[in-house]
């Protein structure tokens, strides 16, 4: 769970972070950049390379549903610095 600090350092609200907490198997992150299918997202621990995962990218129906710069997104958290992004 994040700390005040950390919660004024990214800009997450309240709202946000309990979202989040509802879900501990994932990590919450903020998308920083974004390329044709790989995106950077900063967590608590660092920088990551995330990349949308098959379940998302089968349901969405619209481009606009994906995640944005500046977006919060869940992630799973791998050891090897990438993570699946789940929007």
Request: proline share 2%; with cysteine.
């Amino acid at each position: 769970e994040m700390t005040n600090m950390e919660e004024s350092k990214w800009g997450v609200g309240e709202e946000i972070c309990s979202v989040a907490s509802g879900y501990p198997e994932y990590c919450l992150g903020r998308i920083l950049s974004q390329g044709k299918e790989w995106y950077r997202l900063l967590n608590e621990k660092g920088e990551y390379s995330a990349r949308i995962s098959g379940k998302f990218r089968y349901e969405t129906i619209s481009i606009c549903e994906y995640p944005a710069v500046g977006d919060f997104v869940l992630a799973e958290c791998h050891t090897c610095k990438d993570t699946v992004a789940q929007g």
